[in-house]
Every structure is written in structure tokens, then in C-alpha cells.
């Protein structure tokens, strides 16, 4: 505290004592008595509530979720004049005017409180409340009033982790610091925090920090009725006896992730009260134990989120009280016993994501859940059953229903849209993805409190009805009819959607305006369409919240509106592949600090490229292919550190090689052909390791000039030691989309929707380069593919390139290479393409088993060239030449030299050397794939904000 600040709160002091001994203090009204009056307005003269905060954004407000009411400024009420037990929160002992009781919860407190707060100490109080306050960086106090059975301090933002002794509160009964994530609690805390209170029935901690394994000691507090840890960063196995507490009615050890293990036993012996369990999110392996069916008292059981296995076991559904069986996202397997269509006072039944299989019908197209008709919700998506279900006759039976999910089920649902048959009219939530539905239900119709529709992935055709429009009103939130056959929508407003996907169908028509008024909008696709006409001016006016912005492949014209420009959230904006033109405004800088993703290809822009990148961290994709600008690469560029793919290509810029770009750490594709770059390509010479994960370059089509960028091959590290990943290809992806590229690839352009991290591209083709082809280009032994030609390399094939062991393209055509063709390419086993035509090289064609399925053009036009497959048979003194490969210390059986290993050990990896050595010695490299295998770090998305989990294009 300043000096001036402790001489305000002295002479505020003053200012109340003299208060409270002039004759308007009524002491025979005020119950309340002065030094409780002064402690309580002490407090609130350290807080405030004026610039209080709360979260602004309209999707998360926690009074309203967790408490249902709102916030509001609770010690406005708070003065000298009225008897403090009549203050807002206060509560009082009738008789005696002691303070017992303090509820400010949601009261927009603000400020912080130090170790010594008047507040904790009022000497009779017995329950405190803060919760959901901003008390950033406030401590818990040194001292309590011993006579405290409830504290609340849950999401204050209290902070620390060294004075918990005075947790030992002897008559605590509940104890609720959660979401305070600054919190620390050490071991011997809890420990005796649990030992010592022998009335503590409520320990809720979630995010608060413990971090270290589960103490053994956890049954010693027998009072113990409800202990919540999720959240907490617990460690270690799941104890044994977790299950034997003998008062505990409700355990949550949720999203521990490195909690371990297989479920425990559970002690037969004992009468377990356990009613809700809660282990979702940890890492639990193993099978459900057949002792579970000893939790006789269990109503809810949320084991989702592990990696458990087995199957569904029938003894669950003997357990007579359980209504909830929350098991999505494990491995569990096996179709469902039938003993769960006989439980029949189950209420909500998860088992999405799972790999159930089985036919599920009862009879014809009847679904078996038809009996279960106190269940409010359903989820089976992400499974692999089998059978034909009847959507009305499901909806129909089961009058409780609020929520169903059979996305991806394997299942076929049909609706025969008859007489609208009966659905509960607080239905919620509906996920039809892939069921191949071929009709826009008509139960839908009905729905007026939907607030989730996901109908994409099926076969429905032609135009949505008029009525759907008014689907679930403004509470729909959430509507996907993506990759379906629809032609047009209905008109609708819809000003609370957050989430808009019709990608993928074939609507007609113009850009949707009632899209302007949704103002909570996250994300809005239409991309894959017909839509027409221009991006109205409105858009960006209202929704400001707007992450995704996708309207590629459309037939959009008119100019980019700069409205745009106030979507501050805006991370990922595809506007590619329609008419846009006019030029790219400069105002995109505004936002460009929160975009990890922009691509405008494809499209009729002009001008220059705004030079906008002073603050764009987050960029990971900037593409703007295919249009008609001008001027040189934005130098603000250099500041995205995050850039991972950079293409310009098809345009008219201008310039030399943008070399700034090689401090990008991150850059895997630069994409800058088709333009007119000139000069030549030069390393500043105080520079190392640029470029340092590069694996798509393409530069082709330009007027560069000069020798290969030797400097640069050598520092493109991500092409030399490339680990594979075999199991599940991974992307090159930019802000969660994938990056889709045109290159050169066996001749003629190929266009990849995706293009896998593996797939390591050189396209220097169509310049003007000359020199020799320098031979550290046989170090980057991941290429894929290498396009040379049509420029003027001169000397020799370098027989290095025989160390490219990957290469499935490789072109050198339309220059004036000489000398023969080395042995070592006819091993490249891989090579499907081979270009050499159009060069000086002579003698005889190697052969080898790839070098056998090419035709003669690809060496045509090299008029000394001889042997299959042309028809110029080779002379004895061509013969004689073949035998020396490289420095004449050739291994000509097997390609590789001792020259290989010393280039091996010039590319400064050690994989290059001991490959060359292992090739040399083995022929073959069989341990490559082995080690090749051994992981590597992917590309993942981040998810800082809340977003909704998008990856596709
Ligand atoms: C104190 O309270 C009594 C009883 O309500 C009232 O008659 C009296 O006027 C009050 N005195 C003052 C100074 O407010
Ligand atoms: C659980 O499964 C996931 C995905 O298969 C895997 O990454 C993880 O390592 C597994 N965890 C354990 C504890 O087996
Ligand atoms: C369904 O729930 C109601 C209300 O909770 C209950 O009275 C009824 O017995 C339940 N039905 C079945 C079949 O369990
Ligand atoms: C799903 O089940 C079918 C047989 O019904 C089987 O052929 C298929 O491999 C299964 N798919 C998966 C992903 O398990
Ligand atoms: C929709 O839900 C609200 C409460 O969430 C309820 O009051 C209302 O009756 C429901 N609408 C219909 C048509 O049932």
C-alpha cells in the first residue's frame, strides 16, 4: 500500500469512528454493533465494483450457469447510516446482532484482499460466501473465526499455496475453493486438512493445483459425503481403495488425465453409499470389474473420456437406482446386452465413440430403446451397429427425450413424414450426421425449443421447407446441414446462432442477409455452394465474435468489404475460389493479430499486398494464389513467427527472393511461383539455418537467375531426416485447415486437396538458372519430388541423387547437363517419374528395375545417349565409360559410394552418415522404416480460445 493509500484509509477510520459516536448512530436500533459495522465497511472500502469486469462475452456468464442469477452490485447498500445487519449478504443472529452469515456471492466484488481482511475475522461468523467475484490475486487470510462451517471462495481468483494451516477450521463442514487456479495445495495439506476436520462433509477443489499422487491417507476422514478434485493434476494409479469411504456419496475425479489404471475393486464386504461417480477424463485402462455391481446406491456413473475396454456389462443395468451411464470415448466393444432395454428407469445413456457393434432393431425398423421411456437423453453416435431405425417411432415413444445423437452410428434412419407424429416439445438437441437420411425430417417441425441440429453427411436432396425456417426460433444455436444434395433454404432468422455449416450442398442464390443479424456468430461456412451476388457490407457490422469465416468456391463477385475489419476474433478467413475483386483493404491489419488463417486465392484481386504483419504471431497460413497483384512481398511479413505456409504464387509480383522469410522458423511451403521475381538467389552471409523446416518449395515459373541457392539446400533441414509418421497421415495444416496445393509432379500440374507433412517438394523449374547441379541437394534424402528443368544447369547428374531413396518425381529436362547418367539412379526404387530429355548427357542408359518402365522419352533429345529403352544401340566404347561412376571408387552393384558417405557427412547429420555407411555396407537400408517410425512431433491445433473444432477444406 502507497503511503497517500494509508493515509486514506486512516483518516477514513477517523471518519467512521466519529460517525459512529455522533448522535445519528441509533445504537438501540442497530443491532448490528460497531465494531462489526466497521470491519464490514473496511472491507468494502478495499473493493469496488466500478470497474468490475465480469465476462462480456454472451456465452459464458458462470452466476448465470452455475447459480442462475446475475451480478449485481451487492454492498451498494452498505453505509453507516442502516443497521449492518440489514446490508445486502448480511445475515445476523436475531438476539444478539452478531454477524453469522455472508453471502456475496456474484456481487461484483473487485479488488483484492490481503492476508490480514477484516472480513474473515467478525468473531461469530459462521458461513462466508464470495464465489464469483474478481478477487485477482487476493490471499487467503491469516486469521478465521473458528466458529466457520462454510466457506465458499470458488472462482475468486484467490492465489498462493503457503498458508493453508489455517484450513483447520475445527467446526468446518464445507469447504468450496473451486476454480481458484492459482491456488496451490501441498500434500500435508489436505492431509491434514482431512485427518483434522472431523465434520468436513464437502471438500470441492476442482482446478485448484495439487499435481502430485492421490494420498494414501484419502479414507481417514470418515465424514467425508462429497469430494470433488477434477481439475487438479493428480498423478499416479488410482487407489485401491477409493471406493471405501464410508460416507461418501458423491466422487469426482475427473479430467486428472495422468490418473491412471484400472478401476479398483470394490469391497464386497462393505455398504458402499455411493450415488455419483464421476472418473470422466483420466487415463483409466482396463475392463469394468464385476465387483462395480457392489455400488448398489450408484444413480450416476461417468466413466467417459478413458481408454477403457471390454465390453457392456449386463450387471449394470441390475443396479436399481442408476439412471445415468455416461461411457462415450472409451474402447469398448460388443453389441448391448439385453438387460438394458429392461432397465427401464434409465435417463441418460451415453456410449458415443465407442466401437459397439451389433444389430440394435427390436423388430422391423422399431428401435429396441422404445421401452426406455424415462430417457431424456440418448447418445450411440460414433459406433459401428448395424440396422434400419424409424426416427418418428423412436421420437414418438419416448416422451422424455430431449437429446439424441446417432451421428455416425452405422445405423440407417428413416422418417417416413407422414402425420406428424408426437415429439416432446422440450426436444433439444438433434445429431443426424451420416445416418443416410434422404428427407428433411418432419418431426423437426414440432420442435420449438431445438437448439442443436447437426443433419450433415446424409443424402437429403433438393430445397428445405419453408417451415424449417423457424426451427427451434432464436434459441438455435447450432445447425449443420453440410455435405448434403440441398438446393435452397428457407427464409430465417435465427439471431442467436453461433454455429452455421451448409458447406458442401448446392444452394442457389445470394448471400443469405439475415446472416447480418447474427450477432453471437462463431462460425459461418457456406463455402462449396452456389451462392451469388457480392459479401454484403453488413457482415462484420454486428458480428463481431466471428472466428471462421469460410465462403470459398462460390460464385461471390463484387469487392471485399471492409466491414471485415471488425471482426476482432476472426481467426481463419477463406474467400477463396470465387470473382472478388477490387483490392485487399489495408484495414485487415486491424485484426490481423488474432487470424491464423487467410486465404483469398483464386479470386480477381488487384493492387499491391497491404504491408499489414507488424502483429501477426498467430498466422500459420497467408495464400493469395491465383489473383492479379502487384509489388513486391510485404516485409512485415518476417514478423510472423508462427507462418507455415506462404503462397503467392499466379500473380504479378515483382522483386528479389524475399530472403527475410528464412528466419521463419516455422515456414514448410513457400509457394511464390508463376510471378516475376528476378535475380539471383542469395543467402545475407551471416545467416545459418534458414529455412529450417522447409518441405514445399516451389519457385518455378520466374526469372530467377544465377547458381542453385546452394546455401539454402543445405539448411533445409526438414527435408533431410523427414521421421515418417505411418500410422495416421498427418496434413500440413494452417489454423485447422488443410492446406491445399497445385505443383509440378511428374510433368504436369497436380492438384492436392492435402498434402501429407511427408510429401517433400523442390520445384526450381522455368528459371534461369545455371551452374552445375550442386550435389548437396543428394542430402535431402525426403524429396519426393525435384523439378530442375527448363533452365540452363550445366556438368553432370551428380550421382548423389541416387541417395534420394524417397523420390517419386524427378525432372531435369531442357538443360545442358553433360556426362553420363549415373549408375545409382537405376536403384531409386520408388521413382515413377523420370525426366532427363532435352540435355547433352551420353552413353548408355543404366538399368534397373524402375529405370526398365520408363519410355524413351524420358531421355529423348540427348543425342549421345544410347541403350533401352531408346533405339540407339550402344558402341563398345560407350561400354567401356560405364563402370566408372563418380570418383572411380564406385560400388557399381549397388549405386552408393564412399563418396555418398563422405556428401553423407557433408550434410551435418549424423543420419546422413550412418545411412550412407549402413547402404554401403547392406545394400539396403532395412532399419531405415524402423527408425523412420519413431514418432515426431506433430502439428497440432491450438485451442486458446473457445472454438469450435474445425479441420477440412
Ligand atoms: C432511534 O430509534 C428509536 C426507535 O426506532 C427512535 O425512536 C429514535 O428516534 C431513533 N433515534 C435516532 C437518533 O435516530
Ligand atoms: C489412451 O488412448 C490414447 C489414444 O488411443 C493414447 O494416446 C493414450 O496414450 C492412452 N492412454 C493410456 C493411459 O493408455
Ligand atoms: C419414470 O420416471 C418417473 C418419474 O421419475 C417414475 O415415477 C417412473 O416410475 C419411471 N418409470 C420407469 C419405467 O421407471
Ligand atoms: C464395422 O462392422 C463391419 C461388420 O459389420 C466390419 O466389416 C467393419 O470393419 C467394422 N468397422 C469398424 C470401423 O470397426
Ligand atoms: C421451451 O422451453 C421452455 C423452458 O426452457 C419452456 O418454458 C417452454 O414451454 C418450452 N417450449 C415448448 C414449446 O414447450
Known amino acids: 500500500m502507497s503511503n497517500s493509500n494509508v493515509l486514506i484509509s486512516i483518516s477514513f477510520l477517523f471518519f467512521l469512528i466519529s460517525v459512529a459516536s455522533s448522535s445519528s448512530f441509533n445504537a438501540t436500533t442497530h443491532k448490528c454493533s460497531l465494531r462489526q459495522t466497521l470491519d464490514l465497511l473496511l472491507f468494502k472500502q478495499n473493493l469496488s465494483s466500478i470497474n468490475f469486469s465480469f465476462d462480456k462475452s454472451p456465452y459464458y456468464s458462470p452466476c448465470q450457469d452455475w447459480l442462475g442469477s446475475d451480478y449485481y452490485p451487492i454492498m451498494m447498500n452498505w453505509n453507516k447510516n442502516t443497521d449492518c445487519c440489514k446490508w445486502s449478504g448480511v445475515t445476523c443472529n436475531h438476539y444478539t446482532g452478531d454477524v453469522i452469515s455472508i453471502d456475496l456471492s456474484c456481487g461484483m466484488l473487485q479488488g483484492t484482499l490481503h492476508r490480514n481482511t477484516s472480513l474473515f475475522r467478525l468473531p461469530h461468523l459462521q458461513t462466508l460466501n464470495l464465489a464469483y467475484n474478481d478477487l485477482t490475486d487476493s490471499q487467503l487470510p491469516r486469521d478465521f473465526s473458528n466458529r466457520l462451517t462454510h466457506l465458499n471462495i470458488s472462482q475468486c481468483g484467490f492465489t498462493g499455496s503457503n498458508s493453508w494451516e489455517i484450513l483447520l477450521l475445527p467446526k468446518l463442514v464445507s469447504l468450496d475453493l473451486s476454480w481458484n487456479y492459482g491456488l496451490h495445495m501441498q500434500p500435508d495439506v489436505l492431509k491434514n486438512l482431512l485427518q483434522n476436520s472431523s465434520h468436513l462433509s464437502e471438500l470441492l477443489m476442482p482446478q485448484i493445483h495439487i499435481g502430485w499422487v492421490l494420498p494414501t491417507f484419502l479414507n481417514l476422514s470418515s465424514s467425508l459425503k462429497s469430494l470433488d478434485l477434477s481439475y487438479t493434476d493428480l498423478q499416479g494409479k488410482l487407489l485401491d481403495n477409493i471406493f471405501d469411504l464410508q460416507y461418501l456419496e458423491k466422487l469426482d475425479l ?248 451448409l458447406q458442401s450442398n448446392q444452394i442457389q442464390g445470394s448471400f443469405p442477409p439475415s446472416i447480418c443479424n447474427m450477432s453471437r456468430l462463431l462460425l459461418l461456412d457456406i463455402s462449396n455452394n452456389s451462392f451469388r451476388g457480392v459479401i454484403p457490407q453488413c457482415l462484420g457490422n454486428i458480428n463481431s465474435f466471428l472466428q471462421f469465416l469460410h465462403l470459398q468456391s462460390n460464385q461471390i463477385q463484387g469487392q471485399f468489404p471492409t466491414s471485415v475489419c471488425n471482426m476482432r476474433n476472426l481467426v481463419s478467413l477463406d474467400v477463396s475460389d470465387n470473382s472478388i475483386s477490387g483490392v485487399i483493404p489495408q ?257 548408355r542408359i543404366p538399368s534397373g528395375r524402375q529405370f526398365s518402365t520408363f519410355e524413351a522419352s524420358s531421355f529423348g533429345w540427348n543425342p549421345e545417349l544410347c541403350g533401352l529403352p531408346l533405339p540407339t544401340k550402344c558402341e563398345r566404347r560407350q561400354e567401356t565409360q560405364l563402370e566408372i561412376d563418380g570418383d572411380g571408387d564406385g560400388d557399381g552393384e549397388s549405386g552408393f559410394t564412399w563418396r555418398v558417405v563422405i556428401l553423407g557427412y557433408g550434410c551435418g547429420t549424423l543420419l546422413g552418415l550412418v545411412m550412407g555407411y549402413v547402404m554401403l555396407s547392406t545394400g539396403r537400408p532395412k532399419w531405415f522404416n524402423a527408425i523412420a517410425d519413431a514418432g515426431e512431433h506433430m502439428i497440432r491445433t491450438r485451442h486458446k480460445k473457445r472454438r469450435y473444432v474445425y479441420i477440412g477444406k
Not at 326 to 344: A, E, K, Q, V
Not at 390 to 416: F, I
Request: net charge negative.
Open 587 to 843: 484495414c485487415l491489419g486491424n485484426i490481423i493479430s488474432s487470424l491464423w488463417m487467410i486465404d483469398m486465392g483464386n479470386n480477381s484481386f488487384h493492387g499491391i499486398i497491404p504491408d499489414v504483419y507488424e502483429d501477426c504471431g498467430e498466422l500459420e497460413g497467408l495464400i493469395l494464389n491465383g489473383n492479379q497483384l502487384q509489388g513486391e512481398v510485404p516485409s512485415s511479413l518476417s514478423n510472423c513467427q508462427s507462418l507455415m505456409v506462404l503462397d503467392l504464387g499466379n500473380n504479378n509480383i515483382k522483386g528479389t527472393f524475399p530472403h527475410w522469410l528464412g528466419d521463419l522458423p516455422k515456414l514448410q511451403a513457400l509457394v511464390l511461383k508463376s510471378n516475376k521475381f528476378h535475380g539471383p538467389i542469395e543467402t545475407p552471409s551471416s545467416k545459418e539455418n534458414t529455412f529450417p523446416s522447409m518441405r514445399v518449395l516451389d519457385l518455378s515459373h520466374n526469372w530467377f537467375a544465377g547458381h542453385l541457392p546452394q546455401k539454402y539446400l543445405k539448411s533445409f533441414n526438414a527435408m533431410k531426416n523427414v521421421v515418417k509418421n505411418s500410422t495416421t497421415p498427418t496434413y500440413l495444416s494452417m489454423g485447422g485447415m488443410y492446406y491445399s496445393v497445385t505443383t509440378a509432379v511428374k510433368g504436369r500440374d497436380l492438384e492436392f486437396p492435402k498434402i501429407s507433412v511427408d510429401y517433400v517438394i523442390v520445384v526450381l523449374s522455368n528459371n534461369r538458372f545455371e551452374g552445375e547441379i550442386p550435389g548437396i541437394i543428394g542430402c535431402l534424402v525426403s524429396l519426393k519430388v525435384l523439378d530442375l528443368s527448363h533452365n540452363s544447369l550445366t556438368g553432370k547428374i551428380p550421382s548423389v541423387l541416387g541417395n534420394l531413396l524417397e523420390i517419386e518425381s524427378l525432372d531435369l529436362s531442357w538443360n545442358q547437363l553433360t556426362g553420363e547418367i549415373p549408375q545409382s539412379l537405376a536403384h531409386l526404387t520408388f521413382i515413377g517419374f523420370l525426366n532427363l530429355s532435352q540435355n547433352h548427357l551420353v552413353g
Open 254 to 501: 475427473s479430467a486428472n488425465f495422468d490418473l491412471t489404471g484400472p478401476l479398483p475393486n470394490v469391497n464386497t464386504s462393505l455398504n458402499i453409499p455411493l450415488k455419483r461417480l464421476d472418473l470422466s477424463n483420466c487415463g483409466l485402462v482396463g475392463s469394468l470389474p464385476k465387483s462395480l455391481a457392489n455400488l448398489r446406491h450408484l444413480t450416476s456413473l461417468d466413466l467417459s473420456y478413458n481408454n477403457l475396454t471390454g465390453i457392456l456389462p449386463s450387471f449394470l443395468f441390475t443396479l436399481p437406482f442408476l439412471e445415468d451411464i455416461i461411457l462415450g470415448s472409451n474402447t469398448f466393444s460388443g453389441g448391448l446386452p439385453s438387460t438394458l432395454f429392461n432397465h427401464r428407469s434409465l435417463k441418460r445413456l451415453s456410449l458415443g465413440r465407442n466401437q459397439f457393434n451389433g444389430k440394435i432393431n427390436g423388430g422391423s425398423s422399431q428401435p429396441s430403446f422404445i421401452q426406455l421411456v424415462n430417457l431424456t437423453y440418448l447418445s450411440l453416435s460414433w459406433n459401428n451397429f448395424t440396422g434400419l431405425w424409424d426416427l418418428d417411432t423412436l421420437l414418438s415413444s419416448l416422451p422424455n427425450l430431449e437429446e439424441l445423437h446417432l451421428s455416425n452410428t452405422g445405423l440407417s434412419v428413416v422418417t417416413n413424414n407422414g402425420s406428424s407424429s408426437y415429439v416432446n416439445p422440450n426436444f433439444r438437441r438433434l445429431g443426424l450426421a451420416f445416418c443416410k437420411l434422404t428427407l428433411f425430417p418432419e418431426s423437426l417441425r414440432t420442435m420449438k425449443n431445438l437448439t442443436y441440429l447437426d443433419l450433415s453427411n446424409n443424402d437429403i436432396h433438393g430445397r428445405i421447407p419453408d417451415w424449417a425456417g423457424k426451427i427451434g426460433e432464436n434459441g438455435l444455436y447450432y445447425l449443420d446441414l453440410s455435405y448434403n444434395s440441398i438446393t435452397g433454404l428457407p427464409q430465417f432468422q435465427w439471431d442467436g446462432m453461433e454455429y452455421l455449416n
